[in-house]
């Protein structure tokens, strides 16, 4: 049962979105004309998910005493299941540190590619340690979406390159912007419940007269970012397939929009709708970098 609960605490799904936008940042180098290492692909892998699994559980671990971590817990299962948390993250953390060390003296880390890592270590402290813990000042999407869309894909791309490219920024940032409108929407149901316990989100920072038009703006601007492409010296057909899923961020804005309005919210329908627009964005970006 122990097992069940550090799994579902360790959040899945955004396990599964580090591991996408890697994938999307270490495929970029392939449409460049760069071989691909596959001792850096999985070592890089391997290093920022156990980070990304340090963060998860770290932000569950520190979470404020008043908040329950599991429903109808006893103090002495709490404070259990948190300190299983806590030696759980340790060896996660310990993994990712030895990860990056593989790939040190594999000669495959340059001072760019460092940095990344470095920062993304930097971002799980800030993001889940008190006294800093950005998840109880508002900030703690800002940190996820930056870490998952800017710093995951970044330090797949410079351990395929071992220098940057325009094109990385073309790619990260509407990422970013996508990534930031779905950790933005996850605080719409849980609303009530962060009154309750006094959980400063990012959306009780804004409010939700400014968090849905930002929601909004957010999309646009992404999607008005993959259109200038051309800008940047690329083709549109580059970010073409991105566009696949504009009728849903479009659909996204409209249940959004519906729903500031009084209308009966779905959640579940909303969330969903998020999700499937980042991933699938992140998944048509890499399918075109493989096949153009």
Same mark, same amino acid.
């Given at each position: ?21 890697? =994938? $999307? ?17 999985? =070592?890089? +892998?391997?290093?920022? +998910? ?13 979470? #404020? ?34 990860? @990056? ?15 990344? !890592? ?11 340690? #008190? ?11 800002? /940190? ?7 710093? %995951?894909?970044?330090?797949?791309? +410079? ?8 094109? +990385? $920024? @073309? ?13 933005? %929407? ?8 962060? =009154? ?15 968090? $849905? #038009? ?27 397939? /991105?566009?696949?899923?504009? #009728? ?10 519906? %729903? ?19 991933? !699938? ?12």
């Amino acid at each position: 049962m122990r097992f069940n609960q550090i799994f579902r605490l360790s959040r899945p799904l955004q396990l599964l979105l580090a591991a996408l936008t890697y =994938l $999307v940042g270490a495929s970029i180098p392939a449409y460049l004309g760069r071989q691909f290492n596959q001792t850096s692909f999985w =070592l890089g +892998l391997a290093a920022v +998910l156990f980070a990304q699994l340090t963060m998860n559980l770290l932000a569950e671990a520190f979470r #404020p005493h008043n908040e329950p971590l599991i429903e109808d817990e006893t103090p002495k299962q709490k404070e259990a299941l948190r300190n299983n948390l806590l030696y759980v993250s340790y060896a996660s953390l310990a993994v990712s540190v030895a990860m @990056i060390f593989m790939l040190f003296i594999n000669d495959r880390l340059v001072t760019l590619s460092f940095f990344f !890592l470095l920062l993304s270590l930097i971002l799980v402290i800030l993001y889940a340690v #008190p006294p800093f813990r950005l998840l109880d000042h508002g900030f703690g999407e800002l /940190a996820l979406a930056a870490n998952i869309a800017y710093v %995951i894909p970044s330090i797949a791309f +410079l351990l395929q390159m071992n220098e940057t490219h325009r094109l +990385l $920024v @073309i790619i990260t940032v509407p990422l970013t912007s996508l990534a930031l409108v779905y950790f933005l %929407i996850l605080n719409f149901p849980s609303f009530s419940s962060d =009154l309750k316990y006094q959980r400063a989100t990012l959306l009780r920072r804004l409010t939700w007269e400014v968090a $849905v #038009p930002l929601h909004h703006s957010l999309i646009i601007f992404a999607y008005a970012f993959f259109a200038a492409a051309p800008l940047f010296g690329f083709s549109t057909s580059l970010t073409s397939r /991105a566009f696949l899923t504009l #009728p849903f961020a479009l659909f996204q804005i409209y249940q959004l929009t519906s %729903i500031a309005r009084g209308n009966p919210p779905n959640w579940r329908m909303l969330t969903f709708t998020a999700f499937s627009v980042f991933t !699938l964005t992140v998944y048509f970006l890499t399918v075109t970098f493989w096949i153009e």
